[in-house]
């Protein structure tokens, strides 16, 4: 194949599987864009990931190459293991070899590891890492990278630049106070209520669904307004209370930038997107850390609720009276609330995109 007309940088993104993985590689590709409207921007998924919906949708080439999980226990699958990675190295290096990739940029999960690994020694790799401690993937991509990043410190990645974590301009660049009229027309809250923004990530979680579901009657006593998305897998059904502000149940918020407006105070998980994009935007925040895993939730939300930007409480004593008790109060003082945000604000990272090109470009022109 010959050479493209374009005289640009391509740059490779690696990141899809969830959420946290391809909206930071995206805003790393807008920020790209911005830095050389001549470059190209390449994504690398596979079809059981959330990137085969949303990388188009944003405007950039999708590559589908083999997905390669890593099997949490011994299985018949850690036998196929070998096999599935020899495959998908050799998928994603003639991928590389059709665009013409000038460097790799991966952010962690099984779409990453195969490009790391199909890159090495051919192509320079930028490694990002987005969670208070690194994955598999990145481990081994941060062995033979050119530059690795992380979002905070201590993240398992020797000599990584803590930059934070790429978020899109929309957010960035968001002024809440200017958007908060439109944004609860938008949604259908109360002009002027105090509003509660809920939300467990795109797929919704059960027990913040259920504690504040359960305690719907004491906010409209309150007068404050809820805006919640619960999940498209998911049912929540709350009984209105006549002349109280709407409880707005949503399956899923398709505009982050209008809910984050429209809000006084969140209660989240604490996935790393959601705090970096609520710390950047100063909105105050209760996280309520997923309790599986390595514990990696409780170390995102730690630095912003020690700043004084949010609280956390755990899964397990997230009950409808804590959420009454604890959570009500908060969402309606508003010199709290005020310095939260500040506290907030002052721990996020808004330049982290435009950071993180141009360490990107900086491994291309050398």
Known sequence: MTAPDRMGPCVVVAGGGTAGHIEPALALADAVMRARPDARVVALGTARG?????????????????????????????????????????????????????????????????????????????????????????????????????????????????????????????????????????????????VLFVSGGSQGARTLNNAVSNAAAAFARAGVSVLHAHGPKNSLVVQEIPGAPPYVAVPYVERMDLAYAAADLMLCRAGAMTVAEVSAVGLPAVFVPLPIGNGEQSLNAIPIVEAGGGLLIPDDELTPDR???????????????????????????????????????????K
């Open 323 to 365: 959420v009454v008790d604890e959570v009500l109060p908060l969402v309606g003082d508003r010199t709290r609330l005020a310095v939260m945000s500040n506290a907030a604000r002052s721990g996020g990272h808004r330049v982290a995109a435009d950071v993180l090109a141009q360490m990107v470009l900086s491994v291309v022109n």
């Open 50 to 194: 959330l990137e085969s919906k949303i990388v188009p949708a944003r405007g950039y080439p999708l590559e589908m190459i083999p997905p390669v999980p890593m099997p949490r226990k011994p299985s018949p699958d850690l036998l196929k293991m070998p096999l599935k990675v020899r495959e998908a190295i050799k998928q994603t290096r003639a991928v590389l070899d059709r665009v013409h990739a000038d460097v790799v940029v991966g952010f962690g999960g099984y779409v990453s590891l195969p490009a790391y690994l199909a890159a090495r020694g051919k192509v320079p790799i930028v490694v990002h890492e987005a969670n208070a401690r690194a994955g598999l993937a990145n481990k081994v991509g941060a062995k033979f990278a050119e530059k690795v990043a992380a979002a905070v410190p201590n993240s398992g990645l020797p000599d990584a630049q803590v930059i934070g974590i790429p978020l899109r301009h929309a957010i960035t660049s968001m002024d809440r106070a200017a958007l908060r009229a439109q944004a609860r027309q938008y949604f259908g809250l109360h002009p002027t209520a105090p």
